[in-house]
Nanobody
Framework: QVQLVESGGGLVQAGGSLRLSCAASGSIFRINDMGWYRQAPGKQRELVAHITSDGSTNYADSVKGRFTISRDNAKNTVYLQMNSLKPEDTAVYYC???????????????WGQGTQVTVSS
């Protein structure tokens, strides 16, 4: 099994910045794609940013130019740098990883427990 633990959420004023981290641990053979999703109250969970194992990225239109996703494969960690935050960025942010725990096992999707980001106006 693979465990994901997020950190770095909190309360920030509009225009401010936060950096989220998500560390994977447990039985890990290979981590493929990683990503950040968010879910605001009353809304569906949506993709914020995605990064492949070789570093290719893509972003939701709403965060392009403001958020940056990166990863440290040696540390099995993915980051989300969030700048110029807006009140509409308020949500619970979830880390996702597609990973294989053994060489012979299938890849599965794993989720973190979520971290709250609140942006005040």
């Amino acid at each position: 099994q693979v465990q994901l633990v997020e950190s770095g959420g909190g309360l920030v004023q509009a225009g401010g910045s936060l950096r989220l981290s998500c560390a994977a641990s447990g039985s890990i053979f290979r981590i493929n794609d990683m990503g950040w999703y968010r879910q605001a109250p009353g809304k569906q969970r949506e993709l914020v940013a995605h990064i492949t194992s070789d570093g290719s990225t893509n972003y939701a239109d709403s965060v392009k130019g403001r958020f940056t996703i990166s990863r440290d494969n040696a540390k099995n960690t993915v980051y989300l740098q969030m700048n110029s935050l807006k009140p509409e960025d308020t949500a619970v942010y979830y880390c996702n990883a597609n990973a294989r725990s053994r060489p012979w096992s299938n890849s599965n999707d794993y989720w973190g427990q979520g971290t709250q980001v609140t942006v005040s106006s």
